[in-house]
């Protein structure tokens, strides 16, 4: 038996005996306990035993519902959306995507997980993941235009995200060149995009979206930045409602991208861009750090950058705020 059939029975957060949890396993009530175990030390999940009275989690969980995120898209999404798969525990749901559309699958999918295991951001960073507390998906959408057309997408999907984010009350949220979904409180989530493609043919492209809902208590204190989670800002909604209404803005706002470019979303951009007017650090890589005043971005999605030496246009690299 795997853990996850077992986190199933105690998301509820009540207690339930274990007698009970073994005659509905089918296991030993020792079976049970090592079970417990491992849901503790390979999950991350608090259980409580309580005597005379039998195991629960310290809170309730939040799992996923593959019903209830279909029911959140719109018609046009519904009808894009080709393949919903699910898990409980997967390395990277990036990774999965991306060796699908390798293997030459072309089918419009999404992969959501209650854990990744080797989540990454920008830069191969890794991406916290407890267990059924945040929001880790992934979409695989082939695209017709070569990887050279596709600037700014990142800046897009942001748009995309934020939008939603916002209309659902956290009127907070904006955005940080390139990827980042950042508040005043810290940072809320962020986007990585992969692709595959070659010449002028299209693009096979996977987007993943990581977005900080509801840390259990202890876990980010090693986190190298200041962060915060939905639940802090305000009431999110079930994390498969968000899950759906998410996945519907991105398979329409790709669709739109795919026909019209950048142009539309960046209207949206100035309101969201947390770094206006301010002074910033730019790093490029190998190629060394540039400081200015951030002045907005171009009509491709470059950075423009205000120096002693001009207005300066980026297409790459990581931005911090430069104290003053």
Not at 31 to 56: F, N, S
Not at 213 to 220: A, D, E, S
Not at 292 to 302: F, M, N, P, Q, Y
Request: proline share 6%; glycine share 12%; hydrophobic share 40%.
């Amino acid at each position: 038996m795997a853990a996850p059939e077992l986190i199933r029975i105690l998301a509820d957060g009540r207690c339930h005996s274990g007698q009970r949890l073994a005659g509905q396993l089918g296991l030993s009530r020792t079976a049970v306990w090592k079970q417990i175990q491992r849901m503790q030390t390979l999950w991350g999940l608090p259980v409580e035993a309580i005597k005379g009275k039998g195991y629960r989690l310290g809170q309730p969980l939040d799992l996923l519902d593959k019903a209830q995120i279909l029911r959140q898209l719109s018609p046009r999404a519904t009808g894009l959306l080709q393949r919903l798969e699910l898990f409980d525990e997967i390395d990277s749901t990036n990774s999965q995507l991306m060796a699908r559309a390798l293997s030459g699958d072309k089918r419009i999918s999404a992969c959501l997980a209650e854990r990744q295991t080797a989540g990454r951001g920008r830069r191969g960073r890794c991406w916290l993941s407890p267990f059924a507390a945040n929001l880790t998906f992934s979409l695989l959408w082939p695209s017709p235009r070569p990887p050279q057309q596709l600037g700014g997408l990142s800046l897009a999907v942001g748009v995309m995200v934020a939008r939603r984010l916002r209309a659902l009350g956290f009127a907070s949220v904006g955005l940080k060149w390139p990827n980042d979904l950042l508040t005043p409180q810290g940072k809320l989530g962020g986007v990585l995009i992969q692709l595959s493609g070659e010449g002028e043919g299209p693009s096979n492209l996977v987007i993943g979206l990581g977005l900080n809902v509801r840390m259990p208590p202890g876990w980010g204190q090693d986190l190298d930045q200041p962060w915060v989670d939905l639940a802090a800002l305000g009431h999110p909604p079930p994390r498969s409602t968000l899950a759906g209404l998410l996945l519907s803005d991105l398979l329409e706002g790709l669709s739109q991208y795919d026909s019209q470019g950048l142009q539309p979303f960046l209207a949206d951009w100035p309101a969201l861009d947390q770094l206006q007017g301010k002074p910033v650090r730019l790093l490029r890589g190998d190629d060394g750090l540039s400081q200015g005043i951030c002045a907005g971005v171009a009509e491709d999605g470059a950075l423009l950058l205000r120096t002693a030496e001009g207005l300066q246009r980026h297409h790459s690299g990581e931005v911090s705020l430069r104290g003053v």
